[in-house]
């Protein structure tokens, strides 16, 4: 099989390659490094160094003797997203630089992926719709006129239905209206514009999906933890980028990093604010399931990706209560909240879908935890607390 991963030098996008190159897939990746180069210009750190995606797939090479093709390029350009369904892709590394052939999957991750990053001016708002919008629906005109068989599995997020006083259902609603029934996409109210980028991302697959039969699954994933994979356990060169800072460090690598240098944890406002989380291998297995099981021709179909809820509160004193039996005398803080949220609110999202085609979830239990802070404190010396918070607010 041969699938195609957008973004594949990001958070999700380097342990999702491995994960599938060790499965045995033909995996190609593709990246403009928008994430490093964002984090350089912002100055926010991160936990450890990582190598290029070049450097990585050599060393993935080295050390498996598997091939994962690298082509570094800009997917807002259409020719460059085109060039990977036509056969004129320039790979910047592989072993053998003939094309594959056209993908039977797509993962597509490639988006700026931050809510705060999205609202730290105008200039940054409009990084975010640029290229968020115009690469998925480069993708879509791609798989259009090249593809239409080619089955997407799209990260979309949570924050797409924000924080509804009604359950959350997967992605569709049935409405009854003056004695007649219809199903509609769950009305959407995001809490960011980059979150806004998410739902235009739905409406673009969606035109798509009724126009051509284009067959996509949209992933409503909720905050990601952790830094290990298995496959990234063999070298720590291979760990993925892990930030901790406040512009695209996740609610629980933050508090993990916080905790270990002393850092009061960084609730924001009350801290009743629920959403739900999953372990970064879960990410993986979510996204091999849904390509062992294809959505249908002229389906969207959508699934919820958490595992589990919590609030933020719940969170804090989870990683206090841990941090406390590895020495830790952690704290908490109640800041000012930067963002403009509900701090208490009803959340009841349904998430059985992925389970039903057989992911196994990994619980936030105090070992996993444990395992994290243990890979965060190797790396102490680099934590820089002035990243922490910055307040950007909305
Ligand atoms: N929060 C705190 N303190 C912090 C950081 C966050 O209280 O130091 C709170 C936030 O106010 C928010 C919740 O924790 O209510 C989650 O925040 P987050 O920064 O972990 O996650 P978020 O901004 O929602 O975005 C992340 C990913 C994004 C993904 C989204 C899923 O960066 O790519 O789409 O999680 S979801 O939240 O379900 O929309």
Same mark, same amino acid.
């Given at each position: ?33 928008? *994430?490093?180069?964002?984090?350089? /210009? ?12 070049? /450097? ?5 090479? +080295? ?15 259409? +020719? ?22 056209? $993908? ?28 968020? @919008? @115009? ?63 998410? %739902? ?20 409503? !994933?909720? $905050? ?12 720590? &060169?291979? *760990?993925?980028?892990?930030?901790? #800072? ?7 690598? *933050?508090?993990?990093?916080?905790? %270990?240098? #002393? ?41 919820? !990706? ?31 909240? $930067?963002?403009? +949220?509900? /701090? ?39 934590? &820089?607390? #002035? ?8």
């Amino acid at each position: 099989m041969n699938i195609l991963i957008l973004g594949g030098d990001g958070y999700l996008g380097w342990p999702t390659a491995m994960y599938f190159s060790n499965r045995g897939y033909d995996v190609t990746v593709v990246d403009n490094y928008f *994430r490093r180069n964002a984090c350089t /210009e912002l100055d926010v750190g991160m936990l450890y160094p990582v190598p290029t995606l070049v /450097e990585r797939a050599k060393i993935w090479h +080295e050390l498996t003797g598997k091939e994962i093709k690298v082509v570094i390029g800009d997917l807002s350009d259409p +020719e460059v997203m085109r060039s990977l369904f036509s056969g004129t892709v320039e790979y910047s590394w592989a072993l053998d630089r003939k094309f594959l052939g056209i $993908p039977e999957t797509v993962i597509h991750y490639a988006e700026q992926p931050s809510a705060p990053y999205s609202l730290i001016n105008y200039k940054y708002a409009n990084i975010t719709l640029t290229n968020n @919008l @115009l690469v998925t629906n480069n993708l879509m005109f791609a798989l259009r006129d090249f593809s239409r068989d080619t089955h997407v599995i799209h990260i979309g997020t949570m924050g797409e239905y924000g924080t509804p006083n009604i359950d959350i259902p997967e992605g569709w609603i049935q409405i009854q209206r003056n004695g007649r029934k219809d199903t509609f996409l769950f009305p959407r109210q995001a809490g960011s514009l980059y979150h806004t980028t998410k %739902i235009m991302d739905t409406d673009l697959m969606w035109f798509a999906v009724r126009m051509w039969d284009l067959r996509i699954t949209d992933l409503m !994933q909720g $905050p990601v933890y952790g830094m290990e994979t298995k496959d990234s356990m063999i070298d720590d &060169r291979l *760990r993925t980028i892990f930030n901790y #800072d406040e512009v695209f460090g996740t609610i629980i690598n *933050r508090f993990t990093v916080q905790a %270990i240098v #002393d850092y009061p944890l960084t609730v924001y406002g009350k801290g009743g604010q629920t959403r739900g989380y999953l372990n970064l291998n879960d990410t993986l297995q979510c996204a091999h399931m849904a390509e062992k099981t294809p959505a249908q021709k002229g389906e969207l179909r959508i699934f919820n !990706q958490i595992m589990e809820t919590f609030s933020a509160n719940q969170l804090a004193e989870k990683v206090q209560r841990v941090g406390k039996a590895q020495g830790y005398d952690v704290k908490i803080d109640h800041i000012e909240n $930067p963002r403009k +949220e509900a /701090e208490e609110h009803y959340y009841n999202p349904t998430y059985q879908g992925l389970i039903d085609i057989g992911v196994e979830p990994h619980y936030l239990t105090d070992e996993v935890l444990a395992g994290m802070f243990q890979v965060a404190e190797t790396y102490k010396s680099n934590i &820089r607390k #002035d990243v922490i918070f910055k307040g950007i607010t909305w």
